[in-house]
């Protein structure tokens, strides 16, 4: 049930609809004074979540920093959060733009800084397919000579609730000491070490995955963009996320 409400909730928390709701109650409504007050906050909320400049601003307070490069400490596994990839009902798959996930996660193996890889996400369909990341995940890592012994599927999770929970039982059984990297989005990172370490799993966060190279702002971060409509999204869903979770705590 929880699962099913966190899929509704998202929709309420896209900006794009909050400036739709609002121009659309000012185009409905018949008070003058009202109506003008509406349509000026929905034009108000567009630009504030159109514009680069509030976006890079929030996330140089938002997004955990990059892991330190000269940090070459070796760690027994490094766990790669799923959505990254998608598939259809053949199982077949395919990367997505969060494919960062997967290249970081395979350069720590394959550079053996971490003994073990674990691959933590099963399906985050409402209804599910025949695919299942973790697994398709595998068969990619073996195409890069990731070697099979050190790979770890866990492939029944469906949020970041679950890939904590079930992850610790498979480290557990395979008698992995912590703590462990954990790779995933920066914009997602906050969120997720949170929940891990809430779930008793000692993490040392490898962001990646960043939608800006460089947040440094200048002019032309004060015109609008459509793609950065879209992206508040991501950090509008981590923002309650990660209060909720606080709360439940």
């Given amino acids: ?19 739709i709701a609002l121009l659309a109650t000012g ?34 307070f938002w997004d955990v920093k990059p892991y330190p490069a000269a940090d070459t400490t070796k760690y027994s596994c490094v ?16 990367f ?14 394959i550079s053996k800084q971490a003994s073990h ?8 369909e409402l209804i599910p397919g025949k695919f299942r990341e973790a697994a398709w995940v595998r068969t990619q890592l073996l195409q890069f000579s990731v070697p099979d012994s050190i790979i770890l599927v866990e492939n029944n999770s469906k949020n970041t609730i679950e890939n904590a929970r079930f992850s610790k039982v498979l480290l557990q059984l395979k008698h992995l000491p912590p703590p462990y990297l954990l790779v995933t989005s920066a914009f997602h990172m906050r969120r997720a070490q949170m929940i ?13 995955n960043y939608f800006y190279d460089d947040l440094k702002v200048d002019l032309t971060d004060l015109w609008p963009e459509v793609g950065t ?16 979770n606080y709360i439940k705590s």
């Avoid at 890889?117 to 985050?124: A, E, T």
């Avoid at 891990?196 to 990646?208: I, L, T, W």
Wanted: aromatic share 16%.
């Fill in 117 to 124: 890889i674990l691959i933590s996400g099963g399906s985050g």
């Fill in 96 to 109: 997505t733009t969060a494919a960062d996930r997967f290249i970081q996660g395979t350069k720590l193996a």
């Fill in 196 to 208: 891990f370490e809430k779930a008793g799993v000692k993490v040392v966060p490898y962001a990646c």
């Fill in 1 to 19: 049930m929880y699962f099913i409400f966190s899929k509704l909730l998202l929709f309420t928390l896209m900006p794009v609809y909050w400036v």
């Fill in 27 to 60: 185009w409905i409504i018949r008070n003058p004074k009202h109506k003008k007050r509406f349509i000026i906050a929905g034009l108000v909320v567009l630009y504030i979540f159109s514009a680069p400049i509030f976006l890079k601003s929030f996330q140089s």
């Fill in 229 to 244: 409509l879209s992206t508040w999204q991501s950090y509008t869903k981590e923002v309650v996320g990660y209060a909720v």
């Fill in 79 to 94: 766990i790669v959060l799923g959505g990254f990839s998608s598939g259809g009902d053949s199982g077949d798959g395919h």
